[in-house]
C-alpha cells in the first residue's frame, strides 16, 4: 500500500477528502531504528476477528500504529469508541475525516464482553473527536467506563479523550465515572498548531488536563509529544514546563511517521541518543514517568507502564 488518497476503489469514499488536493510530501525511508515486524501471529488475526465480531474500532488500526503485530500478538488493543470517523482534520492523523455515525448504545457492553475474552488488566479506551455531540461524546465515555467496572472491576482503566473544546461539564463527566488514568495528548508544540492540530488550541488542551487535578488530585493524568514535526528542543522543554505546571504525571514522547503522502511531511527522524536526552531532561523536571524513544505511542505498553506509575507515586509518597 502506498498511501496515495488518489487511489480509491470505485464507490468508495476517501479516507482523508480534506486532504485530497493537497502536494505530495514524499515519504522518507526509516532509519534502522524505526524497523518493525509486519503482523502475521495466529493471536492477530484472533484479535482481528475478535474486534470484527464485535463490531469495534481499535486505533491501533485506524491510525496505522506501528505496534500493531507486537500488540495484537499479546491480545492488547486500544479501543476507539464512537465510530472511526473524526469531525477533525489533522495534519498528521491517519483516522478518517467525515461525518460520522449515531452512537452506538451497545458499544459500552461490547467492548467490556471484549475485554474479558481478551483477558486485559489494563485496558486503554480513545475515540475520535466528535464535535457533532452537545457534549463531545463525555457520556459515552462515561458509560463504556462504567461497563468495564461492572464487568471487570480488576481491570484499570486508561482514558485518552478529545480535548472537550467548547463542551461545558465533559471533563466533569469523565472524571466522575473514575478512570485510572486520565490521557490527553498535545501533540506538538503551539508554534505548529495551526498546520498541525488545526481544529484545536493548545491552552484548550493544557486546561483540560489541569482542570482534571483540580476536580481529582489523585487521578493519574497523561499526555503524549510527537517529535520530527520541525519543532525545536527548546520547544518541546517549554511544552513539559507547561504540563508540570498542569500536574501531569506521566509524559510520552514518540517519533512523527507520515502516514500517507497527503499528510504533514516528515521533517527530520530524532535519533535514540536524542530521545534519552528529552527523556532525562522530562524526569528532571518532575515527571513521575516518562517514556521517550523513536516508536513510543500513548498506549504502547500502557498496563506495565501503568504499574510502575502507581509505584512511583508510592515511592514518592514514602519520603
Known amino acids: 500500500m502506498d498511501g496515495s488518497l488518489d487511489k480509491v476503489p470505485l464507490g468508495r469514499a476517501q479516507r482523508h477528502p480534506e486532504k485530497a488536493h493537497r502536494p ?9 531504528w524505526i524497523r518493525v515486524r509486519a503482523p502475521n501471529s495466529p493471536e492477530y488475526a484472533e484479535t482481528t476477528r475478535l474486534m470484527r465480531q464485535y463490531g469495534l474500532a481499535t486505533v491501533c488500526a485506524e491510525a496505522a500504529c506501528p505496534h500493531i503485530g507486537e500488540c495484537w500478538q499479546h491480545k492488547h488493543a486500544t479501543f476507539m469508541i464512537m465510530g472511526d470517523t473524526c469531525t477533525r482534520a489533522c495534519a498528521f ?5 467525515g461525518r460520522p455515525g449515531a452512537l452506538n448504545p451497545h458499544e459500552p457492553a461490547n467492548i467490556a464482553e471484549a475485554v474479558g475474552k481478551l483477558g486485559l488488566g489494563h485496558v486503554v479506551v480513545t475515540s475520535v473527536d466528535r464535535d457533532d455531540l452537545e457534549d463531545g461524546g463525555a457520556e459515552h465515555f462515561a458509560k463504556v467506563i462504567e461497563a468495564l467496572h461492572t464487568s471487570a472491576p480488576a481491570t484499570t482503566v486508561e482514558v485518552l479523550t478529545p480535548d472537550f473544546m467548547r463542551k461545558p461539564g465533559a471533563i466533569e463527566t469523565v472524571v466522575a465515572a473514575r478512570p485510572d488514568v486520565f490521557n490527553h495528548n498535545l501533540e506538538t508544540v503551539p508554534r505548529l498548531y495551526p498546520t498541525i492540530r488545526p481544529g484545536a488550541r493548545y491552552f484548550t488542551s493544557l486546561h483540560l488536563l489541569a482542570r482534571v487535578k483540580e476536580i481529582d488530585p489523585t487521578m493519574f493524568t497523561k499526555s503524549g509529544l510527537m517529535v520530527g514535526l520541525g519543532e525545536t528542543r527548546e ?59 523513536p516508536l513510543t505511542r500513548s498506549s504502547y505498553h500502557a498496563g506495565d507502564d501503568f504499574a510502575r506509575l502507581r509505584a512511583a507515586r508510592a515511592a514518592q509518597t514514602r519520603y
Not at 93 to 97: D, S
Open 24 to 32: 505530495d510530501n514524499p515519504i522518507p525511508r526509516k532509519p534502522d
Open 93 to 97: 492523523c491517519n483516522v478518517a475525516t
Open 235 to 293: 520547544e518541546i522543554l517549554q511544552v513539559m514546563d507547561d504540563l508540570r505546571a498542569a500536574d501531569v504525571d506521566f509524559l510520552t514522547v514518540g517519533q512523527y511517521l507520515q502516514p500517507t503522502p497527503k499528510h504533514a511531511p516528515l521533517a527530520r527522524f530524532w535519533t535514540p541518543a536524542e530521545f534519552e536526552e528529552l527523556a532525562a531532561h522530562a524526569r528532571a523536571k518532575g515527571f513521575l514517568m516518562v517514556s521517550a524513544s
